[in-house]
Structure formats: structure tokens, C-alpha cells
């Protein structure tokens, strides 16, 4: 399985009255993880979708354990669990100081830009043999 860490600063615009980071903002995280992994990779989101590939997300989940307040240095631990021939699973962890703050899974689908399903870049669809 491939997997990237990420260091995020929680700003003072991401906390709601009470100090906590909002709960939208570990979706925004979670989509950076994504982002950053894919990077890793070699390619962009920007790179995919320029081929023609689009990823649309399908189903997210989240579970809040403790919260995360302004400038608290997390880690986010972003996996690529799973690909089939058109979906894309990852699986996050979001941590301060080792404790596990939230964790979170995810779907992604793969459409072409009239919104129709088709199979995976050879990359992704590579990364399934290698996990």
C-alpha cells in the first residue's frame, strides 16, 4: 500500500467560535493528503484531468475522536487502501503528537468529462498489483 504523511498548521480562519478546527476542514485536509500522494507519484490532479480522467468523490467518512484547535501541527497519514478497475479507496489519519485526532475513508470514481464511467489510468490501476 502506498502511503504519505503531510504536516498542516491549523489557521485561525479554519476554527470555528470555539477554538476547534470547523469538522468541513478535515475534508479540505483529506483532499490535500489526496492530492499530495498523487504527487508523490509523479502526477497532478491538474496532469489527470488534462488526459481526461476525472475523479469524482462517491462516498467519504469521517470519525471525529478529539479535537484539533489553532495552531496545532497535525499529521495527516494518507493511504491508497484499495483501487478497482474504476474506483480509487483511501484512508486517512489525523494526528497530533501520535494521538489520533480523526480517520476518515474515502471513494473516488473515475468519470470521463461528460460524466460517464471509465476505467483507470494503467497507473492506478498498477498500484492495486502492488497493494
Known amino acids: 500500500m502506498q502511503s504519505g504523511d503531510i504536516t498542516i498548521r491549523v489557521r485561525y480562519a479554519e476554527t470555528d467560535r470555539?477554538?476547534?478546527?470547523?469538522?468541513?476542514?478535515?475534508?479540505?485536509?483529506?483532499?490535500?493528503?489526496?492530492?499530495?500522494?498523487?504527487?508523490?507519484?509523479?502526477?497532478?490532479?491538474?496532469?489527470?484531468e488534462d488526459q481526461g480522467f476525472l475523479l469524482v468523490l462517491t462516498r467519504l467518512q469521517v470519525r471525529y475522536r478529539s479535537p484539533a484547535r489553532y495552531d496545532d501541527v497535525l499529521t495527516l497519514r494518507t493511504t491508497l487502501a484499495r483501487t478497482t478497475f474504476v474506483k480509487?479507496?483511501?484512508?486517512?489519519?489525523?494526528?497530533?503528537?501520535?494521538?489520533?485526532?480523526?480517520?476518515?475513508?474515502?471513494?473516488?470514481?473515475?468519470?470521463?468529462?461528460?460524466?460517464?464511467?471509465?476505467?483507470?489510468?494503467?497507473?492506478?490501476?498498477?498500484?492495486?498489483?502492488?497493494?
Not at 33 to 42: F, K, P, V, W
Open 88 to 131: 480509487v479507496e483511501h484512508t486517512y489519519e489525523l494526528l497530533r503528537d501520535g494521538v489520533l485526532l480523526a480517520e476518515g475513508e474515502s471513494t473516488l470514481a473515475c468519470i470521463d468529462k461528460n460524466g460517464k464511467v471509465q476505467a483507470l489510468p494503467d497507473f492506478l490501476r498498477e498500484a492495486r498489483a502492488e497493494s
Open 18 to 48: 470555539m477554538g476547534f478546527l470547523h469538522h468541513a476542514n478535515y475534508l479540505v485536509y483529506f483532499e490535500q493528503g489526496r492530492t499530495e500522494l498523487l504527487r508523490a507519484q509523479g502526477l497532478s490532479y491538474r496532469d489527470l
